[in-house]
């Protein structure tokens, strides 16, 4: 049976442990590998890359993967290693990934894939130009929410398409008296850290593959709360935002203003909400359910402050039943990304794509510190 040499940088992080090694590559290889398209089988072989000894052998022992190292550079040497994989913090990203290029990997990334847009830019043509296959994490297109709410937009339910609603956010914790349960760097700019960079990544590739490409850009940005505590328990200054209110003109005119905040505390069903409204009908889409309602569905409230509200509003939408079986988004993609290495099967979420969501978030950050709107030009 083929198999493929991944290198994987980052696994001792977040992601890079849960979904991309636990979720995807070691759950690919306990399904017997990705099928390709004649029917056979190609298993991948994970080498773990990491900074710390110790960390990477407690994770290759307690998931039996034969090959990790501390030296990026001679993992990248072995020929048998077709992919590099890179989900470390953002700012150690472009280093890595172009020296995988350089070595003539193929490379897979973690959004942002850089920490600025000539960068991501740069990193893209780099890829292109060395001819290796390149690809970036854009795992909301792929979870059964947004898979349902793409289903009704190309089903046609929605009509002319108006406005998106987002609602992204949950409280996290400052680290006194409750743990953070995310790790410090992403509340310091000067490690890459701060919302923007974060979340607007995630919302360019949405809108752009469900709405319509962005247009242009206003947001406010904001750092709600000044003072943090790391994981050692140490105060430090939070100098990056933790909060953005957006709003984004869509190419074919309709528009989305979504909230993306760390200080917010949840009264949604999930921890990211969308709701389209359409001419014909209007959706909510979280991460797993959608609801709907129809034009025919939809009832005729009338202001009047003097009377308690007639109607239980949310009842009067309905659930848009899974109809298929729905595997890990991150999964799914990485399946897509080896069968564009080993199938050449057409893969469109690129670093070019990639560097559309870095620019987003440079925009976003320029249109708060000028507290103007930004147009983006594809
Ligand atoms: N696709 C998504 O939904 C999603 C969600 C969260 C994070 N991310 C992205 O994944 C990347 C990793 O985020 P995370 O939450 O797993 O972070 P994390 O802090 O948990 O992990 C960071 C990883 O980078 C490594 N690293 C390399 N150089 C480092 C340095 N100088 N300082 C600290 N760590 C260093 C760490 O050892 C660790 O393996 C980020 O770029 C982030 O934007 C993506």
Sequence with gaps: MAELGVVMNGVTGRMGYRQ??????????????????DGSKVRLRPVLVGRSEAKLKELAAKHDVADWTTDLDAALADPANTIYFDAQITQARVEATKKAIAAGKHVYCEKPTAETSAEALELAATAE???????VVQDKLFLPGLLKLKRLIDGGFFG?????????????????????????????AEDGGGIVLDMFPHWAYVLENLFGSVTSVYAHVTTHIPERWDERGQAYRASADDAA??????????????NSSWAVRVNRDELVEFQVDGTHGSAVAGLRDCRVQHRSATPKPVWNPDLPATARFRDGWQEVPDNAEF????????????????????????????????????????????????AVSS
């Design 245 to 258: 209110y957006a709003v984004f003109e869509l190419d074919g005119g309709a528009v989305a203003q979504i």
């Design 129 to 135: 130009a060395a001819g290796v296959k390149n690809g």
């Design 160 to 188: 002319r398409i108006l406005s998106i609603r987002g609602e992204f956010g949950y409280w996290v914790f400052e680290g006194d008296w409750q743990a953070a349960q995310r790790p410090s760097w992403n509340y310091r």
């Design 20 to 37: 991309h090694l636990v979720r995807s590559v070691l759950a690919i290889n306990a399904e017997g590998g990705v099928v390709l398209a």
């Design 327 to 374: 595997d890990n988004g991150f999964k799914v993609q990485w399946e897509r990304f080896v069968r564009h290495v080993a199938d050449d099967e057409p893969f469109p979420y690129t670093l070019r794509s990639g560097a559309r969501g870095v620019l987003l978030a440079e925009l976003g950050l320029k249109s708060a510190a000028e507290g103007r709107r930004m």
